[in-house]
């Protein structure tokens, strides 16, 4: 069983900052991709933030120069940086990873985490 846990959400006002962590724990002989989404009510969940286990990283146009994806391969740990934060970054944030348990590749998704940015 592998589980993910999100944290650092909450509420912050336009122009602030948050870090989210995501950390993966369980049966884990190695994490390929980590990722973060986020979802609106009504709305498709959306890929914001993806990075390899080698460190590359890719972006949704919105958040390009504003948030910075890392993470701590020994810790089984992802990072979501977020500067500048817009109303509009208004979400549920998940977690999301590609495991290798000793048994398969699957991939496991987070609860997520509330971030509210207010004008």
């Known amino acids: 069983q592998v589980l993910l846990v999100e944290s650092g959400g909450g509420l912050v006002q336009a122009g602030g900052s948050l870090r989210l962590s995501c950390v993966a724990s369980?049966?884990?002989?190695?994490?390929?991709?980590m990722d973060w989404y986020r979802q609106v009510p009504g709305k498709q969940r959306e890929l914001v933030a993806t990075?390899?286990?080698?460190?590359?990283?890719n972006y949704e146009d919105s958040v390009k120069g504003r948030f910075t994806i890392s993470r701590d391969n020994p810790k089984n740990t992802a990072y979501l940086q977020m500067n500048s934060l817009k109303p509009e970054d208004t979400a549920v944030y998940y977690c999301?990873?590609?495991?290798?348990?000793?048994?398969?590749?699957?991939?496991?998704w987070g609860q997520g985490t509330q971030v509210t940015v207010s004008s």
């Open positions: 999301n990873a590609d495991v290798n348990n000793y048994l398969s590749l699957r991939t496991y």
């Open positions: 369980g049966r884990i002989l190695s994490i390929n991709d």
């Open positions: 990075i390899t286990r080698g460190g590359s990283t």
